[in-house]
C-alpha cells in the first residue's frame, strides 16, 4: 500500500504545484474577469454568502485533507506533515478571507491580488518541495 500512496502524492503533489503556478501567473484583469464569473454565477443560483463560504471551506478543505492525509502516511518526518498541515490551513484562511472581501466589495482589490499571489506562490514551493522530499 505505501507504494500506492507514495505514488497518490507524488500525483496529488504535482497538480498541488501546477495549480498554484497557474494562479500566481495569473493577471489581475483575469483574476477579475473569474471574479466576475463567479458572482454572475452566484446571482443566478440565488446563493448566499455562508452557502458560498460554507462550499469553499468545505471543499478546500476536503482537498487539503486529502493532501494531509497522504503527507502523513507517506511516512515523512511528522514535523514535515505538520508544515504541510500549517500551510494548508493559511491557504484556507486566506481563501475565506479573500472570498468575503469579494461578495462585500464586489471586485478584488490590489492588496487581496497579491496576498493571494503570495499565497499561490508559497503553495506552490510547498508542493515543489513535497514531490523532491517524496522522490529522493
Same mark, same amino acid.
Given at each position: 500500500?505505501?507504494?500506492?500512496?507514495?505514488?497518490?502524492? #507524488? *500525483?496529488?503533489?504535482? *497538480?498541488?504545484?501546477?495549480?498554484? *503556478?497557474? /494562479?500566481? &501567473?495569473?493577471?489581475?484583469? +483575469?483574476?477579475?474577469?473569474?471574479?466576475?464569473?463567479? #458572482?454572475?454565477? @452566484?446571482? $443566478?443560483?440565488?446563493?448566499? /454568502?455562508? $452557502? #458560498?463560504?460554507?462550499?469553499?471551506?468545505? #471543499?478546500?478543505?476536503?482537498?487539503?485533507?486529502?493532501? @494531509?492525509?497522504? @503527507?502523513?502516511?507517506? /511516512?515523512?518526518?511528522?514535523?514535515?506533515?505538520?508544515?504541510?498541515?500549517?500551510?494548508?490551513?493559511? +491557504?484556507? &484562511?486566506?481563501? $475565506?478571507?479573500?472570498?468575503?472581501? &469579494?461578495?462585500? $466589495?464586489?471586485?478584488?482589490?490590489?492588496?487581496?491580488?497579491?496576498?493571494?499571489?503570495?499565497?499561490?506562490?508559497?503553495?506552490?514551493?510547498?508542493?515543489? @518541495?513535497?514531490?523532491?522530499?517524496?522522490?529522493?
Amino acid at each position: 500500500m505505501n507504494d500506492y500512496v507514495l505514488k497518490g502524492a #507524488l *500525483i496529488a503533489s504535482i *497538480i498541488f504545484m501546477g495549480y498554484s *503556478i497557474s /494562479e500566481f &501567473v495569473a493577471s489581475f484583469k +483575469t483574476v477579475n474577469d473569474k471574479i466576475d464569473e463567479f #458572482l454572475g454565477l @452566484a446571482r $443566478d443560483n440565488a446563493a448566499s /454568502e455562508s $452557502d #458560498l463560504r460554507r462550499s469553499n471551506v468545505f #471543499l478546500s478543505g476536503c482537498l487539503s485533507v486529502v493532501y @494531509a492525509v497522504l @503527507a502523513y502516511f507517506s /511516512e515523512i518526518a511528522i514535523w514535515l506533515v505538520a508544515l504541510i498541515v500549517v500551510k494548508l490551513v493559511m +491557504t484556507l &484562511v486566506v481563501s $475565506d478571507k479573500l472570498l468575503v472581501q &469579494v461578495l462585500h $466589495d464586489r471586485k478584488l482589490s490590489k492588496k487581496s491580488y497579491y496576498i493571494s499571489k503570495y499565497d499561490s506562490l508559497l503553495n506552490a514551493v510547498t508542493g515543489l @518541495a513535497f514531490a523532491l522530499i517524496l522522490v529522493l
